[in-house]
């Protein structure tokens, strides 16, 4: 129980202790709840429950021209993601704040959604006002949340669609901007279609509206390809043809793009077997700058006409890589290797030097070969003058070529090398020079051949290739240009996982990463890795294109009178403004009350080092009177003082190795390798020379109890108990943190705790999956309750720091672990206790929901908790590999 009420708490243990708090309690409410709609229910909970602030206001101002975020309010990084690229839209920005409802009622559109859209605006524009111009880091959405929930009460998925709360949301903005002549949110993101197309037998051409377009993934390489195969459904080529056909197909050409052009990706697909939806991982590329013309219908002929150019050349490059294949993959059997080298291994079994000279047929097959009856000794061969016990025959031969065989066998390091005259590869018994070479002349020629032809199908390949690359890079093809603005993207399963947002910065020409109430800058480089697909589960379900040639979707906003770009408040309507104002006044107040509290207290530490540190009047050499036991005492003198002061001085100055940390042992080396305040260190000292057993204050507890949490858990990791070992460790980790975010010697090595932390997570993760592997209940259970209570648990931990990539691959491989299951067969009811944990431990938000409480320390004296953590940092030394790396 960790006392919150008193003053003299140090700030940073009554914040661990508010997040633990706020933390054991969304333990309770998540981890208990082994359910799949868990994530869904979520939602309901309130901010504190799921979100902590930081108690320092300090913390949670905005930077300079930093761009602010939206605090996650229960699973709404869906909400960040795409109210951020919405609002980057400087064009959108605009018509948001500057909405106003109608005046008069009867103007209100007639819908079942009126009580809830205009609402909705309200709070939109408000939410829009603070993105613009507040003080804050980040801002809180709570309230345009809450009216969107209504929305997606029908919905059974765990986690919000996002396309379809697009769809939703531009539908309540059309409507709310229906009344004036001509809407702006049609205008801005809606376009139209043809649909040509033979249904029967029988053409039509139908005229259609879109806003986001579907695009499928499975299956396509970029987005060039899935849209050529959104664009035709069927077989078209009765369209062509001058006589109709029963065949039924469709082709789409745009007629009218919108300004911003969003396309859907589907990367979701129900699994029949499985009965549950499954995200496509397929990776799928996209460029930064998208021409649209060959989609168009004014370029509909030309298009065409390329279509049957690029299919042609598609038929003929599939022929060429046929034939290059078999040049490539040579052989009759299983085993295929190139055709050229194939003839020159040839060429070079013939040119190689005979094993014998002599016929086989005349080597007596009884006898050992030659080579075995050389002198080993020297690596010398028998010339033709051979001794008769190297002819084979006799038991003084047979014994002497057992033994040469036995140390040519069993000890071939301890011989000469080879001869060098003794051929080390397979020759044929039988050439002739003049077979020789013919066979070299026409296996050669061969050989030049095959290279040549496998040269230029090669080069026709790559000519190929280019030609198609190139087939939409003249001018008249390239005169839709639409640049990439923001790209949404999901990290995780079909059932949960992390929503964010790559949104390009036109002005300062970057990409930045909105990441919930984390605002960071980015690359291309970094976009690529996350969007493209096939990386820690992460790719893109939604892109947004803006037209190149309107750059007022993306331009400032200028003051009609002073021609001066605008900016912060003075983007905003006058209500906006004084609103926002407010909320900033309101955020000033509670700094300077943050400010006024830090220094009332800091006042009173130093009255009470004051009061603490009056040292002792200089005293005589004269014995003191005796106390009441008739015994005289030495008084305290300076002198003593000194010299123990300075032999902890050098103790500090000493390089150490961890089992023999000085800090534990002493108070004072704490302190100086801290810069303590000399007040505290002359009180300390003087405590100690009252009493050795000192009880220490704040400043030295939490590096106490850390180095009790990492003892404990270290001892219980070497007895291999690595369930009740994984909390001690966490907690060392994290009290650790803690303390060197104010030192680098406030706590210990932090590589090394992450190190443990890292290896007792995955011996638990392999101990739970040996467990769920039994197929037995009890076991199956006991290993699915670790998995939640610890594992799932513990993992936002690793992710949320990115200390090390070793923690991310430690994640993909317990990750990896339980995913190999699905393709097995298991029971039923295993398979069912299987497909509603998953989504638990594929959730890659690194929100801090599920935490035990932190275990009970024991009370060590000074002298027990050093000789301990010495004995275990010993062992740990002495059974670390160069594997480990530590």
């Not at 077979?435 to 090669?458: I, K, P």
């Not at 130093?606 to 005796?626: G, H, I, R």
Request: overall charge negative; charged content about 30%; proline content about 6%.
């Amino acid at each position: 129980v960790i006392d919150l009420t008193g003053d003299d708490k140090d700030d940073l243990q009554r914040a661990i202790a508010l997040s633990l708090e706020e933390s054991n309690r969304a333990f309770r409410e998540t981890v208990l709840e082994a359910s799949i709609a868990e994530n869904k229910a979520s939602l309901k909970r309130t901010h504190t429950e799921v979100w902590s602030d930081s108690p320092n206001p300090h913390d949670r101002k905005r930077q300079e021209n930093c761009p602010v975020g939206l605090k996650n309010v229960g699973n709404t990084c869906w909400f960040s993601a795409v109210i951020q690229s919405l609002f980057n839209l400087l064009e959108f920005q605009r018509l948001v704040l500057h909405y106003s409802p109608p005046a008069r009622m009867q103007d209100l559109p007639r819908n079942q959604k009126e009580h809830r859209n205009l609402p909705f605006m309200q709070e939109l524009r408000c939410l829009f006002s603070l993105l613009v111009g507040s003080k804050r880091k980040y801002v809180d959405p709570s309230r345009a949340v809450e009216i969107l929930k209504d929305a997606f009460k029908s919905s059974e998925s765990q986690q919000q669609d996002v396309s379809e709360f697009t769809h939703k949301l531009l539908d309540w903005l059309e409507d709310a901007f229906q009344i004036k002549p001509k809407n702006p949110m049609v205008d801005l993101f809606y376009g139209r279609f043809l649909a040509v197309g033979v249904l029967e037998g029988k053409k039509f051409e139908n005229t259609e509206m879109f806003g986001q377009y579907p695009l499928q993934v499975n299956g396509f390489k970029d987005l060039h390809e899935c849209l050529e195969a959104a664009m035709i459904e069927g077989e078209i080529e009765s369209l062509h043809s001058a006589e109709n056909s029963a065949k039924s197909g469709q082709e789409h050409w745009f007629t009218e793009l919108p300004p911003v052009l969003t396309f859907e990706l589907s990367r979701f697909e129900f699994n029949q077997t499985l009965g549950r939806p499954e995200k496509i991982h397929n990776k799928l590329e996209f460029p930064s700058m998208l021409y649209m013309d060959r989609y168009m219908d004014r370029n509909r002929d030309i298009t065409r006409i390329k279509r049957e150019e690029i299919r042609r050349l598609k038929e003929h490059l599939t022929v060429l890589q046929q034939r290059l294949e078999r040049y490539l993959s040579y052989g009759s059997g299983p085993k295929r290797f190139p055709l050229a080298d194939v003839l020159q291994y040839a060429m070079e079994f013939a040119s190689s030097k005979p094993v014998c000279t002599s016929p086989v047929e005349d080597i007596d097959t009884t006898a050992p070969p030659v080579f075995l009856c050389m002198d080993y000794s020297t690596g010398e061969q028998p010339d033709a003058s051979v001794p008769p016990e190297c002819s084979g025959s006799g038991p003084q031969a047979q014994q002497q070529q057992q033994q040469q065989q036995r140390v040519s066998i069993h000890k071939p390091f301890t011989q000469s090398r080879v001869p060098p005259d003794l051929p080390m590869h397979p020759a044929p018994r039988h050439i002739t020079e003049e077979e020789l070479r013919v066979l070299e002349g026409c296996l050669h020629r061969w050989r030049s051949e095959v290279e040549n032809d496998t040269r230029d199908l090669q080069a026709s390949i790559s000519r190929i290739h280019r030609t198609i690359e190139l087939m939409y890079s003249d001018k008249s093809m390239m005169q839709a240009p639409y640049r990439l603005h923001a790209v949404l993207v999901h990290e995780g399963q079909a059932n949960a996982g992390h929503y964010w947002a790559y949104i390009f910065d036109p002005h300062q020409q970057r990409w930045m990463k909105y990441n919930d109430i984390s605002v960071t800058k980015s690359s291309w480089e970094e976009l690529v890795r996350d969007s493209f697909g096939g990386y820690r589960n992460a790719s893109a379900y939604c892109l947004m294109y803006i037209d190149d040639k309107k750059p007022f979707l993306i331009e400032e906003e200028f003051d009609k009178e002073t021609g001066q770009m605008l900016s912060g408040l003075d983007k905003l309507p006058p209500d906006l403004k004084e609103y926002v104002e407010a909320d900033n006044k309101l955020f000033e107040r509670e700094m300077e009350e943050w400010d006024a509290l830090q220094a009332r207290k800091l006042q009173q530490e130093k009255l009470a080092l004051a009061a603490a540190s009056v040292a002792p009047q200089p005293m005589s050499t004269e014995p003191c009177p005796p106390d009441n036991t008739g015994e005289p005492f030495t008084c305290l003198n300076l002198w003593a003082m000194k010299v123990e002061y300075t032999r902890l001085l050098r103790f500090a100055q000493e390089d150490t190795p961890p089992e023999r940390d000085y800090r534990l042992l002493h108070i004072i080396v704490y302190f100086i390798h801290n810069q303590a305040p000399k007040k505290i260190v002359e009180r300390t000292l003087l405590m100690q020379f009252a009493d050795r057993n000192l009880g220490f204050d704040e400043r030295y507890e939490k590096f106490r109890d850390t180095t009790v949490f990492l003892l404990i858990g270290l001892e219980l990791f070497l007895k291999k108990s690595y369930v009740e070992s994984l909390m001690y460790l966490i907690y060392a980790y994290q009290y650790n943190k803690e303390l060197l975010a104010k030192g680098p010697y406030r706590g210990h090595d932090e590589e090394l705790i992450a190190h443990y932390r890292r290896e007792c997570l995955l011996k638990v993760n392999e101990h739970a999956a040996a467990l769920f592997e039994t197929g037995e209940e009890t076991k199956v259970n006991a290993g699915l309750s670790i998995m939640n209570e610890l594992v799932v648990a513990c993992i936002p931990l690793l992710l949320v720091d990115e200390m090390e990539e070793k923690d991310m691959v430690a994640v993909e491989d317990m990750r990896n672990r339980w995913c190999s299951y699905l393709g097995q067969e298991m029971e039923p009811n295993l398979q069912e206790k299987l497909t509603d944990f998953l989504p638990k431990l594929l959730d890659c938000s690194t929100e801090i929901k599920s935490f035990h409480d932190p275990p009970k320390l024991p009370s060590y004296s000074t002298l027990e908790l050093c000789e301990r953590y010495g004995r275990v940092m010993t062992s740990l030394t002495l059974s670390r590999t160069p594997a480990d790396g530590r």
